[in-house]
């Protein structure tokens, strides 16, 4: 049973990502019951699989019995079992407390959307527990196809942003493929662990360096590492709320993570400088990125898209600390994609809650409504503050052993830089969450030229599109249970993972990131 | 110049159609035609893979003399791995496409044109 | 030596003021008095928790919590240790007083969100308290930080344009300040070397070359210079009197920029060390701009009108009296500095509360408006007149000891320069001072409305404070040991108890 504990965390997303739909036509209620039954039954046998890790070390787990290098083999350590625990668990809250919105969007098929969202999920815990290198290329396709669909479903904008995000993010996966056939012939085997050591004893051909550019191309465009960002903020903007919730805290930080895995798994240490220096350009990209996507993000006056720009800074940090390369950067940038993962999930969500209950998402018409939704305005304010970095919560310690790991290697700019990107955080972060408790309700919409779109939505109150904003906020009421059960559960979980920080980064990623 | 070229013919050609690919989706107008270059693009790395994997004088890899005992040389086959590789990629380069044209269809039945450009005046109005 | 004792207590001082504000946020605007009440019987809980840490730390021995691991190596704990307690004993009696003066305030002014302010008002003591008791610098830059944090909405409580412009500016000064000292504290660990707060400073024979030195010292002076208003990082504090007077009265006069002068103390003493700043030659560095500082500060403090600006800046010169106080680098430089982060806390909070209650009886703010006001609040402002003659540094009120002790430290260490700068700033402190008491009391007012006194909330602890201002003056270790611990401080600070070279001619 346990051997089998693999099988569980991605086979059980698979197998009802076919079940769903069909099932779903008929009875509708079910999808949504099935789905969070199944990404349960993932998010329990990821924390069996941690335990298990924890215990007797890594585990590895032979496809169909056939032991590599003939087999495909999937490899769970330390690293990818705490990050396929955050993918299920924070999924599974994403996709309770977004239920009331995909009842919205996904229209009269919730099967199809949750079919989906659990294909998506196979696609991201496969990524993650892979030891396969062509594996990963299909997974990675299975979970961005997935996303294509999800983001499309959104609405008129949203059609043209999720075509744009296939067509670059297929470039991406094309790119990665490319790499890996380079890699493979140089090596002879698609298996991370072997190509390794192969690639330890042998010397760095030309082919491999070539190999390791393309597969960074490719994977710098899934995880939107600036200047290759340009898909992202359209498709975080206009795909529908349950969707932006999920995608966002999740999808490309797995890519990001499958970047991370390539260092830690496939190419040795000296690879990867001198006649190609990919974590050089890594690292400069990264704090190009970092700089770049706090200062947009300040720029942006439509919530969710500053949320996307924020990502690409923050996905721009863990950038900065694979490119640094030492443990303590490794383990620091896999620290963020967990912490990142609550903290984006927690203000996308609190966007979500806010926009189901009065419509709005221009942040200067989110004046107000402080007191009127504490819990979803605490826990956005709980995770502001955690993307600021203020102790002890846990954007505080990711920056921390970054700015350690920074010192360490004598990268002063990594140290201004990372410093300087909480001030720039709070610059953004805080002129929200000043609208929402500092100022009273605007009278009426402030002279926006976009402002058409921020109109109340369905169900919630529904006033005339030139009506006054101040009485939708006046209105407003806490978000239903079910919605901001799972939000202040995210929001406590960012003070928890930073007060904690130590269980995770003692235990499970700084051994991780040694014995890989 | 040529004889480089020659000696490193498949590296070229698969170089040749990537470019090709890119330069489909980058340029063109028309979401359709972007399509194809997506296409164009995952054909050049079949190739590729393809003809990596190419070994002259050699034959399929199946053991014709299994049950005589003897000794397989593994020069006299082709390496049957990518071959199997790229009928998945071919597979994932399917469902992409697929699910770009179900777009486009969507696309189509919305705005009623297929033109990048046009799509987005229509949004703007 | 003292031994320390693991104990619940320093954080049980630090958790006090956290479930005040729990209990107030809870309580919410129905029940007002109750949840008024929280903020004053945790103050007392508070006090008598510091107290009796205070007996036992005069004893030698310390009490000690250690919570849990922050960092691979790094403790967050809390120490009771001498300089602590004088920061956190000054705070726990000053919060029971500028508890119930807010309460007065805030209903005497009518200001509307009273539960979020005294949740955050409980909050920042609770940050506080955890400032004066951190026993290593990433348990201080936790509590610094978080004190940012929740004096934000403080200071931005009244929701003007101004408040709000005000609110940005004082988050961009003390955030950057928090990140050079987090920078400094992330590279102090990389170095490996063990950032617990010790007397005569732990870098003192750590073995670093001079270049990081100056980093570190830059960092860390910069991150504590920035709350403790050290020109050119002081602009955030005269912006910040926009907020509610019982705010400024505290918290910019007592606990945040008490938190970055005592900050500089731990700078100056308990991480560097007299040795190290001399070797350095960073004292110098420090003494200059401090001694700059409480020269212009008091200068522009004349040229206000604004009673709340004037000391404002009165408030910023005498921050640099504690710190010129540290950079002079001698045991009677050093007692004196303590002596003044007590002694200008409670003088300052007098002259706040004077202050606020002015402007809830007559809404008046400016020095210009407040002619025969003496005669209508005679308990205010005979209060307000003590307290300007204790800033002055008149015997036998507070200020003058710590001056006294800081003059003495000066020429001490043969630096006679800064002996004229803290005289000259003397006369200066007259000049912006006096003059509000002589309109007070010897003008008559030019219109006839008659507005007495206000409410006993608000008049109770202000003469309070001012009697404090005088009997700790006369006896400053009475009844609560300030001059025993600042003399304990420099004890272990100067072991050799002769005045180190600090600066031969």
């Known amino acids: 049973m346990e051997q089998q504990l693999p099988a569980f965390i991605v086979g059980a997303p698979l197998l009802f990502s076919v079940i769903v739909p069909i099932l779903g036509r008929k009875w509708r209620q079910s999808a949504f019951v099935i789905s969070v039954a199944t990404v349960a039954v993932a998010a329990v046998a990821s924390a069996l699989s941690l335990e298990r890790v924890l215990r007797d070390g890594t585990f590895r ?308 409504l402080g007191p009127r939704m504490p819990l979803t305005m605490g826990a956005f304010a709980v995770g502001s503050v955690a993307m600021v970095g203020i102790p002890p919560t846990a954007g505080f310690f990711s920056k921390w052993y970054m700015v350690q790991a920074g010192v360490d290697q004598g990268q002063w700019v990594v140290v201004v830089v990372v410093l300087l990107s909480s001030l720039l955080t709070a610059v953004y972060l805080f002129k929200v969450l000043e609208q929402v408790y500092l100022r009273p309700a605007k009278p009426e919409p402030s002279a926006h030229h976009d402002d058409e779109h921020d109109s109340p939505v369905d169900s919630a109150p529904q006033p005339a599109e030139q009506e006054a904003i101040r009485p939708v906020v006046e209105r407003a009421r806490e978000a239903p249970w079910d919605i901001w059960v799972p939000l202040v559960l995210l929001a406590a979980a960012t003070v928890i993972l930073g007060v904690f920080n130590v269980v995770i980064m003692e235990h499970v990623l700084l051994p991780g990131v040694e014995v890989s | 110049m040529i004889d480089e070229i020659a000696a490193r013919f498949p590296y070229w050609a698969t170089a040749a159609l990537l470019v090709v690919g890119l330069y489909g989706m980058i340029a063109k107008r028309s979401l359709v035609k972007q399509v194809i270059g997506l296409s164009i693009f995952q054909s050049a790395i079949i190739l590729f893979f393809i003809s990596g994997s190419l070994l002259e004088g050699a034959t399929l890899p199946i053991l014709y003399s299994v049950h005589g005992g003897e000794h397989a040389n593994p020069d006299d086959f082709v390496n049957p791995l990518p071959h199997v590789l790229m009928l998945t990629a071919i597979v994932v380069g399917v469902a992409i496409t697929g699910v770009a044209l179900s777009f486009l269809v969507s696309i189509y039945r919305e705005f009623g044109t297929l033109d990048e450009r046009d799509m987005l005046d229509e949004m703007r109005k | 030596m003292s031994e320390t004792t693991a104990s619940a207590l320093p954080l049980a001082a630090v958790l006090v003021p956290v479930g005040a504000a729990m209990l107030a946020s809870l309580t919410t605007g129905r029940w007002p008095n109750l949840r008024d009440a929280w903020a004053t019987l945790a103050g007392i809980a508070m006090v008598a928790i510091t107290v009796v840490m205070l007996t036992d730390t005069l004893d030698g021995r310390i009490h000690r919590t250690v919570l849990l691991e922050l960092s691979p190596g790094i403790d967050i704990a809390l120490r009771a240790d001498p300089a602590g307690m004088i920061f956190g004993l000054l705070v726990s009696v000053l919060w029971v007083l500028a508890g119930v003066y807010a309460v007065g305030y805030m209903r005497g002014e009518h200001e509307q969100k009273q539960t979020r302010f005294f949740t955050a008002f409980a909050l920042s003591i609770a940050t506080v308290a955890g400032v004066a008791l951190a026993e290593n610098l990433l348990t201080f830059v936790l509590f610094y930080e978080l004190l940012s944090l929740f004096t934000y909405p403080l200071v931005t409580h009244r929701e003007t344009e101004t408040a709000l412009v005000a609110g940005r500016k004082y988050l961009a000064y003390t955030l950057s300040g928090g990140l050079m000292l987090i920078g400094a504290t992330a590279w102090l660990h990389v170095l490996g070397v063990d950032a617990t707060f010790q007397a005569g400073g732990f870098l003192d024979g750590a073995g670093l070359d001079s270049a990081t030195q100056w980093g570190l010292f830059v960092l860390l002076a910069g991150g504590v210079g920035v709350k403790a208003g050290v020109m050119p990082l002081h602009s955030w504090l005269p912006s910040a009197m926009v907020a509610p007077t019982p705010v400024s009265a505290l918290l910019h006069a007592v606990a945040v920029v008490k938190a970055g002068v005592f900050g500089m103390v731990r700078v100056g003493v308990f991480v560097f060390g007299a040795a190290l700043l001399d070797d350095m030659g960073a004292w110098l560095v420090l003494a200059v701009m401090s001694a700059g500082t409480l020269l212009i500060a008091s200068i522009l403090a004349l040229r206000h009108d604004n009673l709340k600006r004037r000391l404002a800046y009165s408030t910023i010169s005498h921050l640099s009296y504690i710190v010129l106080g540290v950079a002079l680098i001698g045991p009677l430089a050093l007692t004196g500095a303590l002596l003044h982060i007590v002694g200008h806390g409670v003088t300052k909070i007098t002259l706040f509360f004077v202050a606020g209650a002015i402007h809830v009886r007559t809404h008046k703010e400016n020095v210009s408006d407040l002619d025969g006001i003496g005669r209508q609040m005679p308990i205010t402002m005979g209060s307000f007149a003590l307290a300007s003659l204790s800033m002055v540094g008149i015997p036998p009120f507070i200020l003058f000891t710590s001056k006294l002790y800081l003059g003495w430290g000066a020429v001490e260490v043969g630096q006679q320069v800064f002996l004229i700068v803290y005289l000259v700033s003397g006369l200066l402190a007259a000049g912006y001072l006096f003059p509000i008491v002589i309109r007070a009391f010897l003008r008559s007012s030019p219109d006839h409305t008659r507005y007495g006194e206000a409410d006993v909330r608000m008049v109770a602890p202000i003469a309070v404070t001012a009697i404090l201002a005088l009997v700790w003056g006369i006896a400053p270790d009475l009844p609560l040991g300030f001059f025993e611990l600042a003399s304990t401080v420099a004890d272990a600070a100067f072991p050799q108890s002769v005045a180190l070279a600090g600066g031969t001619p």
């Open chain 1, 61 to 368: 787990y032979y496809l169909g019995g056939w032991e590599p290098p003939v087999g495909i083999e999937w490899v769970i350590d330390e690293v990818a079992a705490v990050v396929s625990l955050v993918v299920t668990s924070v999924s599974l809250l994403v996709l309770v407390s977004t239920r009331r919105w995909a009842e919205r969007e996904a229209g009269d098929r919730p099967g199809v959307f949750y079919g989906l969202v659990l294909l998506l999920l196979a696609g991201l815990t496969g990524i993650v527990i892979t030891g396969d290198l062509f594996n990963l290329f299909v997974f990675l396709e299975i979970a961005s196809l997935a996303a294509y669909a999800l983001v499309f479903i959104g609405g008129r904008r949203a059609m043209l942003a999720g075509f744009r995000y296939l067509i670059i993010g297929s470039i991406g996966g094309a790119f990665y493929l490319l790499g890996v056939g380079f890699i493979y012939f140089a090596t002879g085997t698609l298996n991370m662990i072997e190509a390794r050591q192969l690639l330890v004893e042998a010397e760095s051909t030309r082919a491999v360096q070539v190999g390791a550019v393309f597969i960074f191309t490719g994977l710098g465009l899934k995880m939107a590492l600036v200047p290759m960002h340009l898909w992202l903020p359209d498709a975080y903007e206009h795909a529908p709320s349950s969707v932006n919730s999920l995608i966002a805290p999740v999808m490309t930080k797995v890519a990001a993570y499958a970047m991370l895995r390539m260092f830690l798994s496939v190419f040795p240490p000296g690879y990867l400088s001198g006649a190609v220096p990919v974590a050089d350009a890594l690292l400069i990209l990264g704090l190009v990125g970092i700089v770049f996507g706090s200062v947009a993000a300040a720029g942006q006056t439509d919530i969710r898209r500053m949320l996307a720009y924020s990502s690409i800074s923050q996905l721009a940090f863990i950038a900065v600390g694979i490119g640094l390369g030492t443990p303590l950067a490794l383990a620091a940038a896999l620290l963020h994609v967990v912490n990142h993962a609550a903290m984006k999930a927690t203000l996308f969500l609190a966007t979500a809650s806010v926009r189901f209950r009065v419509g709005l998402q221009r942040t200067h018409n989110l004046a107000g």
